[in-house]
Protein backbone atom coordinates (compact mmCIF):
# COMPACT_ATOMS: atom_id res chain seq x y z
CA UNK A 1 0.00 0.00 0.00
CA UNK A 2 1.40 3.65 -0.90
CA UNK A 3 2.00 5.92 1.64
CA UNK A 4 -1.29 7.74 2.53
CA UNK A 5 -1.94 11.69 2.09
CA UNK A 6 -2.86 13.80 5.30
CA UNK A 7 -5.80 15.49 3.60
CA UNK A 8 -7.71 11.66 3.17
CA UNK A 9 -7.24 11.23 6.76
CA UNK A 10 -8.21 14.79 7.55
CA UNK A 11 -11.40 13.82 5.74
CA UNK A 12 -11.29 11.06 7.78
CA UNK A 13 -11.59 12.97 10.72
CA UNK A 14 -14.05 15.72 9.74
CA UNK A 15 -16.75 14.34 11.26
CA UNK A 16 -17.00 13.64 15.47
CA UNK A 17 -15.71 9.66 15.68
CA UNK A 18 -15.65 7.27 19.17
CA UNK A 19 -11.27 6.91 18.10
CA UNK A 20 -9.11 4.59 19.84
CA UNK A 21 -5.46 5.28 19.66
CA UNK A 22 -3.10 2.57 20.09
CA UNK A 23 1.49 2.16 20.53
CA UNK A 24 3.49 -0.39 21.00
CA UNK A 25 4.26 -3.12 24.22
CA UNK A 26 6.77 -1.63 26.21
CA UNK A 27 5.99 2.08 25.23
CA UNK A 28 8.75 4.84 25.39
CA UNK A 29 8.56 8.51 25.02
CA UNK A 30 7.67 8.36 21.52
CA UNK A 31 5.29 6.26 21.54
CA UNK A 32 3.53 7.86 24.37
CA UNK A 33 4.55 11.12 23.45
CA UNK A 34 3.03 10.82 20.07
CA UNK A 35 -0.48 8.83 21.12
CA UNK A 36 -0.98 11.66 24.36
CA UNK A 37 -0.18 14.79 21.41
CA UNK A 38 -2.49 12.86 18.75
CA UNK A 39 -5.41 12.63 21.48
CA UNK A 40 -5.52 15.79 23.27
CA UNK A 41 -5.22 17.02 19.82
CA UNK A 42 -8.18 15.09 18.64
CA UNK A 43 -10.37 15.39 21.20
CA UNK A 44 -10.17 19.97 20.54
CA UNK A 45 -11.70 18.26 17.20
CA UNK A 46 -14.65 16.95 19.42
CA UNK A 47 -13.68 13.75 18.58
CA UNK A 48 -14.41 10.86 21.64
CA UNK A 49 -10.99 9.41 22.37
CA UNK A 50 -9.48 6.81 23.94
CA UNK A 51 -5.16 6.11 24.42
CA UNK A 52 -4.63 2.47 25.25
CA UNK A 53 -1.51 0.45 25.54
CA UNK A 54 -0.67 -3.01 25.52
CA UNK A 55 1.27 -2.67 28.99
CA UNK A 56 2.50 -0.42 31.54
CA UNK A 57 4.83 2.51 30.90
CA UNK A 58 7.97 3.35 33.03
CA UNK A 59 8.10 5.63 35.52
CA UNK A 60 10.10 8.25 34.35
CA UNK A 61 7.22 9.59 32.26
CA UNK A 62 4.66 9.25 34.67
CA UNK A 63 4.26 12.74 35.15
CA UNK A 64 2.74 13.37 31.02
CA UNK A 65 -0.20 15.39 30.50
CA UNK A 66 -3.04 12.81 30.18
CA UNK A 67 -1.32 9.94 30.86
CA UNK A 68 -3.80 9.06 34.03
CA UNK A 69 -6.21 8.38 31.41
CA UNK A 70 -4.70 5.79 28.95
CA UNK A 71 -6.04 2.55 29.02
CA UNK A 72 -3.47 -0.24 30.09
CA UNK A 73 -4.53 -3.69 28.06
CA UNK A 74 -2.51 -6.09 30.55
CA UNK A 75 -4.27 -4.83 34.12
CA UNK A 76 -7.94 -3.38 32.60
CA UNK A 77 -8.93 -6.02 29.66
CA UNK A 78 -12.63 -5.58 30.03
CA UNK A 79 -12.69 -2.19 29.37
CA UNK A 80 -9.70 -2.27 26.55
CA UNK A 81 -11.45 -5.07 24.86
CA UNK A 82 -15.11 -2.40 25.32
CA UNK A 83 -12.95 0.95 23.83
CA UNK A 84 -11.37 -1.87 20.97
CA UNK A 85 -15.13 -2.96 20.34
CA UNK A 86 -16.63 0.59 20.51
CA UNK A 87 -14.20 2.22 18.26
CA UNK A 88 -14.82 3.90 14.67
CA UNK A 89 -11.44 4.38 13.93
CA UNK A 90 -8.64 3.04 15.56
CA UNK A 91 -5.27 4.99 14.92
CA UNK A 92 -1.81 2.92 15.64
CA UNK A 93 0.79 5.15 16.43
CA UNK A 94 4.48 4.46 16.57
CA UNK A 95 4.93 0.98 15.32
CA UNK A 96 4.62 -1.22 12.27
CA UNK A 97 2.56 -3.84 13.05
CA UNK A 98 -0.17 -5.38 14.96
CA UNK A 99 1.99 -8.11 16.44
CA UNK A 100 3.65 -4.88 18.37
CA UNK A 101 -0.12 -4.87 20.65
CA UNK A 102 1.05 -8.41 21.25
CA UNK A 103 -2.86 -9.93 22.83
CA UNK A 104 -4.42 -7.24 21.90
CA UNK A 105 -3.26 -7.07 18.68
CA UNK A 106 -5.87 -9.95 17.32
CA UNK A 107 -8.41 -8.19 18.76
CA UNK A 108 -7.55 -4.92 16.82
CA UNK A 109 -6.84 -7.11 13.87
CA UNK A 110 -10.79 -8.38 13.77
CA UNK A 111 -12.21 -4.85 14.39
CA UNK A 112 -14.50 -3.34 11.59
CA UNK A 113 -12.98 0.05 12.65
CA UNK A 114 -11.38 1.98 10.05
CA UNK A 115 -7.37 1.60 10.55
CA UNK A 116 -4.77 4.00 10.26
CA UNK A 117 -1.19 3.82 10.89
CA UNK A 118 0.77 6.66 12.09
CA UNK A 119 4.43 5.54 11.97
CA UNK A 120 8.05 6.25 11.57
CA UNK A 121 9.62 2.96 11.18
CA UNK A 122 10.62 0.67 8.40
CA UNK A 123 8.75 -1.68 6.87
CA UNK A 124 5.38 -1.09 7.71
CA UNK A 125 2.52 -3.86 7.56
CA UNK A 126 -0.20 -4.07 4.81
CA UNK A 127 -2.35 -4.55 7.60
CA UNK A 128 -3.91 -0.96 7.21
CA UNK A 129 -6.75 0.92 5.72
CA UNK A 130 -4.78 3.62 5.84
CA UNK A 131 -0.75 4.41 6.19
CA UNK A 132 1.28 7.48 7.18
CA UNK A 133 4.58 6.18 7.19
CA UNK A 134 8.24 8.29 6.88
CA UNK A 135 10.66 6.12 8.12
CA UNK A 136 13.17 9.33 7.35
CA UNK A 137 11.42 11.36 10.10
CA UNK A 138 13.09 12.01 13.30
CA UNK A 139 9.82 10.40 15.32
CA UNK A 140 6.70 9.67 15.17
CA UNK A 141 5.62 12.70 17.87
CA UNK A 142 7.41 14.70 14.82
CA UNK A 143 5.41 13.25 12.25
CA UNK A 144 2.01 13.94 14.57
CA UNK A 145 3.56 17.55 15.05
CA UNK A 146 3.71 17.43 10.68
CA UNK A 147 -0.06 16.09 10.33
CA UNK A 148 -1.27 19.15 12.86
CA UNK A 149 0.20 21.32 10.97
CA UNK A 150 -1.06 20.47 7.52
CA UNK A 151 -4.53 20.38 9.03
CA UNK A 152 -4.24 23.59 9.28
CA UNK A 153 -4.87 23.49 13.05
CA UNK A 154 -1.32 24.86 14.29
CA UNK A 155 -3.84 27.07 16.57
CA UNK A 156 -5.25 24.41 18.34
CA UNK A 157 -1.69 23.51 19.35
CA UNK A 158 -1.09 24.05 23.48
CA UNK A 159 1.72 23.63 26.27
CA UNK A 160 0.79 20.39 27.23
CA UNK A 161 0.91 18.74 23.51
CA UNK A 162 4.17 20.68 22.75
CA UNK A 163 5.45 18.79 26.01
CA UNK A 164 4.19 15.48 24.26
CA UNK A 165 5.85 15.90 21.34
CA UNK A 166 8.76 17.03 22.94
CA UNK A 167 9.28 14.44 25.11
CA UNK A 168 8.73 12.12 21.80
CA UNK A 169 11.54 13.96 19.78
CA UNK A 170 14.22 14.19 22.61
CA UNK A 171 13.91 10.23 23.81
CA UNK A 172 13.63 9.01 20.05
CA UNK A 173 16.92 11.12 19.28
CA UNK A 174 18.82 10.17 22.03
CA UNK A 175 18.72 14.03 23.04
CA UNK A 176 19.56 14.62 19.58
CA UNK A 177 22.33 13.04 19.34
CA UNK A 178 21.11 10.32 16.05
CA UNK A 179 18.28 10.57 13.39
CA UNK A 180 17.70 14.10 13.70
CA UNK A 181 20.11 16.02 11.12
CA UNK A 182 16.82 17.37 9.14
CA UNK A 183 16.48 21.33 9.21
CA UNK A 184 12.73 21.02 10.19
CA UNK A 185 13.02 18.63 13.34
CA UNK A 186 14.60 21.49 15.10
CA UNK A 187 12.30 24.53 13.12
CA UNK A 188 9.47 22.07 14.72
CA UNK A 189 11.26 22.13 18.31
CA UNK A 190 11.56 26.21 18.18
CA UNK A 191 7.93 26.44 17.40
CA UNK A 192 7.41 24.13 20.65
CA UNK A 193 9.24 26.51 22.53
CA UNK A 194 7.47 29.35 21.57
CA UNK A 195 4.46 27.53 23.15
CA UNK A 196 6.09 27.52 26.74
CA UNK A 197 7.39 24.34 27.65
CA UNK A 198 10.87 24.63 29.58
CA UNK A 199 13.41 22.08 27.95
CA UNK A 200 15.36 21.93 31.24
CA UNK A 201 12.59 21.43 33.36
CA UNK A 202 11.36 18.58 30.44
CA UNK A 203 15.29 17.11 30.94
CA UNK A 204 14.77 16.89 34.60
CA UNK A 205 11.79 14.63 34.57
CA UNK A 206 13.15 12.46 32.14
CA UNK A 207 16.24 11.94 32.97
CA UNK A 208 17.03 12.87 36.49
CA UNK A 209 14.22 10.33 37.97
CA UNK A 210 16.32 7.05 38.52
CA UNK A 211 15.76 5.41 41.20
CA UNK A 212 19.04 4.19 43.26
CA UNK A 213 18.07 0.22 42.03
CA UNK A 214 18.53 1.44 38.51
CA UNK A 215 21.51 3.02 38.56
CA UNK A 216 23.18 0.20 40.13
CA UNK A 217 21.49 -1.75 37.89
CA UNK A 218 23.59 0.43 34.95
CA UNK A 219 26.70 0.14 36.76
CA UNK A 220 26.56 -3.65 37.16
CA UNK A 221 25.73 -4.04 33.34
CA UNK A 222 28.47 -1.53 32.85
CA UNK A 223 31.54 -3.16 34.50
CA UNK A 224 30.70 -6.95 34.95
CA UNK A 225 28.67 -7.65 32.26
CA UNK A 226 30.21 -5.65 29.25
CA UNK A 227 31.58 -7.51 26.62
CA UNK A 228 33.90 -5.85 24.01
CA UNK A 229 35.20 -7.53 20.76
CA UNK A 230 37.26 -5.18 19.63
CA UNK A 231 38.00 -7.90 16.00
CA UNK A 232 34.66 -7.20 15.31
CA UNK A 233 34.17 -3.38 15.97
CA UNK A 234 31.02 -4.88 18.76
CA UNK A 235 30.26 -4.62 22.75
CA UNK A 236 26.95 -5.96 23.86
CA UNK A 237 25.72 -6.56 27.58
CA UNK A 238 24.15 -9.37 28.90
CA UNK A 239 21.56 -9.30 31.68
CA UNK A 240 19.82 -12.30 33.15
CA UNK A 241 15.93 -12.99 34.90
CA UNK A 242 18.33 -13.00 38.41
CA UNK A 243 20.59 -10.00 37.17
CA UNK A 244 16.83 -8.20 36.75
CA UNK A 245 15.67 -9.76 40.02
CA UNK A 246 18.85 -8.37 41.90
CA UNK A 247 18.28 -5.50 41.24
CA UNK A 248 14.45 -4.78 41.63
CA UNK A 249 14.18 -4.30 37.39
CA UNK A 250 10.93 -1.47 37.13
CA UNK A 251 9.55 -1.17 33.52
CA UNK A 252 12.09 1.38 31.81
CA UNK A 253 15.22 0.27 33.84
CA UNK A 254 17.14 -0.24 30.83
CA UNK A 255 15.92 2.45 28.48
CA UNK A 256 19.50 3.26 27.23
CA UNK A 257 21.93 1.12 28.41
CA UNK A 258 22.57 -0.41 24.93
CA UNK A 259 23.74 2.99 23.81
CA UNK A 260 26.72 3.36 26.55
CA UNK A 261 28.27 0.01 25.05
CA UNK A 262 27.99 1.42 21.60
CA UNK A 263 29.82 4.68 22.55
CA UNK A 264 32.97 2.94 22.65
CA UNK A 265 35.48 4.02 20.44
CA UNK A 266 35.46 2.36 17.44
CA UNK A 267 32.60 0.07 18.50
CA UNK A 268 30.09 0.44 15.58
CA UNK A 269 27.44 -2.21 16.36
CA UNK A 270 26.32 -2.79 20.55
CA UNK A 271 23.14 -4.99 21.56
CA UNK A 272 21.53 -5.85 24.49
CA UNK A 273 20.56 -9.14 25.57
CA UNK A 274 17.91 -9.26 28.29
CA UNK A 275 16.35 -12.37 29.73
CA UNK A 276 12.59 -11.31 30.82
CA UNK A 277 9.07 -12.19 30.93
CA UNK A 278 9.57 -16.26 29.50
CA UNK A 279 11.59 -14.46 26.14
CA UNK A 280 14.93 -13.10 25.50
CA UNK A 281 14.12 -9.24 24.60
CA UNK A 282 17.51 -7.59 22.12
CA UNK A 283 18.05 -3.56 21.50
CA UNK A 284 20.18 -3.30 18.55
CA UNK A 285 22.22 0.29 17.90
CA UNK A 286 24.67 0.75 15.35
CA UNK A 287 26.73 3.15 13.46
CA UNK A 288 26.82 4.91 10.41
CA UNK A 289 25.59 2.59 7.81
CA UNK A 290 25.62 -0.50 9.36
CA UNK A 291 21.57 -1.33 9.47
CA UNK A 292 20.30 -3.04 12.55
CA UNK A 293 16.91 -3.31 11.32
CA UNK A 294 17.77 -5.51 8.44
CA UNK A 295 20.16 -7.77 11.17
CA UNK A 296 16.86 -7.47 13.50
CA UNK A 297 14.64 -8.80 10.72
CA UNK A 298 16.69 -11.02 8.90
CA UNK A 299 17.67 -13.56 11.81
CA UNK A 300 15.92 -12.76 15.16
CA UNK A 301 12.11 -11.84 13.97
CA UNK A 302 12.21 -8.11 14.66
CA UNK A 303 13.46 -4.78 12.98
CA UNK A 304 13.09 -0.84 13.92
CA UNK A 305 15.34 1.51 12.09
CA UNK A 306 18.45 1.55 10.33
CA UNK A 307 20.58 2.28 13.98
CA UNK A 308 18.23 1.29 16.04
CA UNK A 309 16.19 -1.84 16.54
CA UNK A 310 14.86 -4.93 18.44
CA UNK A 311 13.57 -8.30 19.10
CA UNK A 312 11.82 -10.90 21.28
CA UNK A 313 13.69 -14.34 21.13
CA UNK A 314 12.00 -17.47 21.95
CA UNK A 315 15.31 -18.99 22.54
CA UNK A 316 17.51 -18.90 25.23
CA UNK A 317 19.30 -16.07 26.20
CA UNK A 318 22.81 -18.94 25.88
CA UNK A 319 21.30 -20.05 22.23
CA UNK A 320 20.40 -16.07 21.86
CA UNK A 321 24.00 -14.45 22.44
CA UNK A 322 25.38 -17.57 20.49
CA UNK A 323 23.95 -16.84 17.70
CA UNK A 324 24.21 -13.33 17.58
CA UNK A 325 28.10 -14.29 18.01
CA UNK A 326 28.58 -16.54 15.10
CA UNK A 327 27.04 -13.62 12.77
CA UNK A 328 29.66 -11.72 13.42
CA UNK A 329 32.23 -13.13 11.04
CA UNK A 330 29.52 -12.60 8.77
CA UNK A 331 29.92 -8.85 9.56
CA UNK A 332 33.21 -8.34 9.97
CA UNK A 333 34.57 -6.48 7.13
CA UNK A 334 31.28 -4.18 7.25
CA UNK A 335 31.75 -3.41 10.60
CA UNK A 336 35.41 -2.17 10.19
CA UNK A 337 33.76 0.80 8.24
CA UNK A 338 30.56 1.86 8.65
CA UNK A 339 30.88 5.67 7.13
Known amino acids: MENTDFSIISKKLSVPLQILITTHTNPDGDAIGSSLALSSYLKKKNHCVQVMIPDPYPDFLSWMPGIEEILIFSSDKERSIKSICQAELIISADYNSLSRLNEAGSLVRQSKAVKVLIDHHLNAS ?11 ISSTSE ?9 GDIDLL ?3 IAECIYTGIITDTGSL ?4 NYVNTYLIIAELFRLGIDGEHLHRLIYD ?5 RLRLLGYSISDQLVVLHEFHTAYIILTKEDLQRFDHQIGDTEGVVNYALSIKNINLAALF ?5 IVKVSFRSKGNFS ?8 F ?19 TVLKFKQLLSFYQEKLKSVY
Not at 126 to 136: A, G, L, N, Q, V
Not at 209 to 213: A, D, G, L, R
Not at 292 to 299: F, G, I, P, S, T
Open 274 to 278: MERDG
Open 292 to 299: VDKLAREY
Open 143 to 151: LVYKFIAEN
Open 177 to 180: SYSC
Open 126 to 136: DEFDYKISTPC
Open 209 to 213: TYSES
Open 301 to 319: GGGGHRNAAGANCTTTLNE
Open 158 to 160: DRE
